[in-house]
């Protein structure tokens, strides 16, 4: 399916692994609080839908999105998670402040993802405007949350299986 018709909350529920017994940290970026806040809830409801236990699952917020990386890092290293979820919205404003943004928040997490001993869930969205991003956190083209989780998901079976 072309990218630009691909809805982020459709996927096959039988491909996905059961959570039970997994746990799963989240780090959610403040800025852009209505969209990331959508975000985390997509995300949340579908951990929980595949049997992640409420409380296996880590919640913590940092300022912007640059945090992220330092935060992910953070709750690899002090807590005891099968997998992270960074989630942030970028939205492009007059300054090239957008680009630097997403280059280091991107290549932060990319690194950590390749380094880390468990998966790095990329759930940053980079936006020209704020309706892209609405369209993006349950709107018309779905939550990219609710994506994220499932990667997540399927990033630690991965693991467990090799
Ligand atoms: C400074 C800034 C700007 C202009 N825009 C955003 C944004 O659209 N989304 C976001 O998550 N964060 C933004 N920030 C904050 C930076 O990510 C970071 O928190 C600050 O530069 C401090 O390191």
């Given at each position: 399916m072309a990218s630009a018709l691909?809805?982020?909350?459709?996927?096959?529920?039988?491909?996905v692994p059961d959570g039970n017994g997994w746990q799963i940290g989240i780090v959610v970026s403040e800025w852009n609080e209505e969209v990331t806040g959508a975000l985390l809830e997509g995300a949340y409801n579908t951990l929980l839908k595949h049997?992640?236990?409420?409380?296996?699952i880590i919640v913590k917020t940092v300022p912007?999105?640059?945090e992220l990386v330092y935060g992910s890092a953070a709750m690899i290293e002090d807590t005891a998670v099968d997998a992270v979820i960074a989630i942030g919205c970028v939205i492009r404003g007059d300054t090239p402040h957008f680009d630097y943004i997403c280059q280091g928040t991107t290549q932060g997490l990319a690194e950590l993802n390749r380094q880390a001993e468990v998966p790095v869930i990329y759930g940053l969205l980079t936006c020209n405007t704020m309706q892209q991003a609405l369209d993006r956190c349950g709107g018309a083209l779905g939550n990219k949350g609710d994506e994220c989780a499932v990667t997540a998901l399927k990033m630690i079976q991965f693991r467990q299986d090799l």
């Open positions: 691909h809805n982020l909350s459709s996927y096959d529920p039988a491909t049997g992640v236990d409420k409380d296996d912007g999105s640059f």
